[in-house]
């Protein structure tokens, strides 16, 4: 049976700061975040992989890297279907501050609804990630397994279209860093 595997980065040094990274590019892994991503070595094991599949920020590779090294035959294929979500003007900004914005209640009960000033909507996310999962799907065969390094909304957008779950009910989903 075929396996997409969704693997969220590991803690980066964005989430230790609690601010909302994005696409800014430059965002590393702390030191928690590379102990992770060792320990996906173990966590993921010899497993036969067909393709790794990644978002195009530097947490993502680093995430993965260790195991990739270890065990696949394979490059990693970036795929910008999987890229954080593009924040806009809330990029970098921190989450608490964000959290008192009008906007975010919006964000967390109606994202359906929601477009981030200067970003990217919810619609179009989901857009993206479907499109990004039918295209990995379309081309596996019967015995096949497909890591995807991404975010954790991007995770929580392909994990209800899997479940043929409306947006407005994805935040209901938590996906840990790695």
């Not at 490059?75 to 809330?90: L, M, N, Q, R, V």
């Not at 900004?93 to 359906?112: I, Y």
């Not at 909507?121 to 990995?136: E, H, K, P, T, W």
């Amino acid at each position: 049976m075929a396996s997409v595997i969704l693997v969220r980065h590991s803690r980066s040094t964005a989430n230790t700061a609690g601010v909302l990274a994005g696409q800014a590019p430059g965002i590393s892994l702390d030191e928690t975040g590379f102990t992770q991503a060792q320990g996906l070595t173990a966590r993921i094991g010899d497993v036969l992989i067909s393709r790794v599949i990644s978002s195009p920020l530097q947490r993502c590779i680093e995430t993965i890297s260790p195991w990739h090294e270890k065990y696949c035959k394979t490059a990693i294929e970036i795929d910008e279907s999987f890229i954080e979500s593009d924040y806009g003007s809330w990029t970098g900004r921190k989450l608490g501050e964000l959290a008192k914005e009008p906007l975010w209640e919006h964000v967390q009960k109606t994202p359906s609804k929601v477009t981030f000033p200067e970003g990217e909507s919810f619609q179009q996310m989901y857009a993206r990630v479907s499109n990004g999962l039918d295209s990995i799907i379309e081309k596996m065969a019967d015995n096949d397994n497909v890591i995807v390094v991404s975010h954790g909304d991007i995770i929580k957008l392909a994990i209800a279209k899997i479940l043929d779950l409306p947006v407005d009910k994805f935040q209901k989903l938590v996906i840990d860093p790695a």
